[in-house]
């Protein structure tokens, strides 16, 4: 069964800084893409960063430059560091994966409970 844990969220104010995580079993991880999503009150939920299972990274837009996603394979977790925050990266974070190994086509059908940002001052 796939499960995928997320955590490290909280109120932070504009300008600072999160660590978040998110603990993945069910699947081989090392050879799976991970990816982070979040989800703002009333809007569609988006994708906002990507990692291959050797390390390449990918950013939305509106995080480019500010957040950083990392993995580490031997402890089956990925991060996602984020700096700068912004009113607007209020949302709530959910981890994935690729539906397939060695490909970045997320997110499965399978989602966490998620962890809450909020950047207010």
């Known amino acids: 069964q796939v499960q995928f844990v997320e955590s490290g969220g909280g109120l932070v104010q504009p300008g600072g800084s999160l660590r978040l995580s998110c603990a993945a079993s069910?699947?081989?991880?090392?050879?799976?893409?991970m990816a982070w999503y979040r989800q703002a009150p009333g809007k569609q939920r988006e994708l906002v960063a990507g990692?291959?299972?050797?390390?390449?990274?990918t950013y939305g837009d509106s995080v480019e430059g500010r957040f950083t996603i990392s993995r580490d394979n031997a402890k089956n977790t990925v991060y996602l560091q984020m700096n700068s925050l912004k009113p607007e990266d209020t949302a709530v974070y959910y981890c994935?994966?690729?539906?397939?190994?060695?490909?970045?086509?997320?997110?499965?059908?399978?989602w966490g409970q998620g962890t809450q940002v909020t950047v207010s001052s």
């Open positions: 069910g699947i081989m991880f090392n050879i799976y893409a």
């Open positions: 994935n994966a690729g539906r397939t190994p060695y490909s970045d086509n997320y997110p499965t059908n399978y």
């Open positions: 990692i291959s299972r050797g390390g390449l990274a």
